[in-house]
């Protein structure tokens, strides 16, 4: 029996990148994230990327995230998808791997949408 697509990211991630809760994204991080915003990158731990990702949302308002495309095996998947914020529309992609037993992020890129 496979995965269907609500079943692929965890609809939680989904909502928390919808409404910009970087408190409830971050409960999803592995406890090292590399995270990409705009220029920046690095690896960052689970406390430090949840302050980033707040600055981020606390400048950039989300107003939906919807997933353009999913996919991955049984113990990794990654999603991407369109960030529409009150500045501007930004590309999601994320990269969960299992770690004991629960699906985390272990990267999460947000970059200017060049479309």
């Known amino acids: 029996m496979g995965f ?3 079943q692929t990211i965890p609809p939680v991630i989904i909502n928390a990148l919808k409404v ?6 971050a409960k999803n ?4 994230v590399e995270l990409v915003i705009l ?6 731990s689970k406390a430090q990327s949840e302050i980033i990702l707040k600055d981020f949302f606390a400048k950039n308002k989300p107003n939906d995230f919807k997933i353009l495309h999913q996919g991955g095996k049984e113990d990794s998947k990654y999603g991407i998808g369109n960030l529409s914020t009150s500045n501007n529309v930004f590309r999601v ?3 969960l791997k299992m770690k004991n037993e629960k699906l985390l992020i272990h990267q999460l890129r947000i970059e200017d949408n060049d479309e």
Do not use: S
Not at 39 to 44: D, P
């Open 4 to 6: 269907t697509q609500t």
């Open 20 to 25: 910009g809760n970087a408190a409830e994204l």
């Open 29 to 32: 991080f592995n406890t090292e």
């Open 39 to 44: 220029e920046t990158e690095e690896v960052y």
């Open 93 to 95: 992609y994320f990269l």
